[in-house]
Nanobody
Framework: QVQLVESGGGLVQPGGSLRLSCAAS????????MSWYRQVPGKERELVAG????????NYADSVKGRFTISRDNGKNLVYLQMNSLKPEDTAVYYC??????????????WGQGTQVTVSS
């Protein structure tokens, strides 16, 4: 029943832009912090950006700071990643991730299926 459905990935030239979207269903979206992670073959999955449940605070990996922006619309159960000034090093599978601490001993987390972003000439 829980779903995180990503869209917006694709091929883009260096210096270009993409906006990723993640549509959430099956859980109380407004209670969950949301994040974007990325992974390339042979490397560990790394945090790209995160946003609190209310959207009041964000954090970014140093490698994307100033280029990427995470945002959310709790009325539409959507989280976005706006990616500008893309570099070949940004090429990866991008995943959205939801997490919440529901109380003592309670923790829920969900992963999206991933969407490919390729930055190449």
């Amino acid at each position: 029943q829980v779903q995180l459905v990503e869209s917006g990935g694709g091929l883009v030239q260096p210096g270009g832009s993409l906006r990723l979207s993640c549509a959430a269903s099956g859980f109380t979206f407004s209670s969950y912090a949301m994040s974007w992670y990325r992974q390339v073959p042979g490397k560990e999955r790394e945090l790209v950006a995160g946003i609190t449940s209310t959207g009041g605070s964000t954090n970014y990996a140093d490698s994307v700071k100033g280029r990427f922006t995470i945002s959310r619309d709790n009325g539409k159960n959507l989280v976005y990643l706006q990616m500008n000034s893309l570099k070949p090093e940004d090429t990866a599978v991008y995943y959205c991730y939801a997490e919440a601490s529901l109380g003592p001993g309670w923790f829920n987390h969900y992963w999206g299926q991933g969407t490919q972003v390729t930055v190449s000439s």
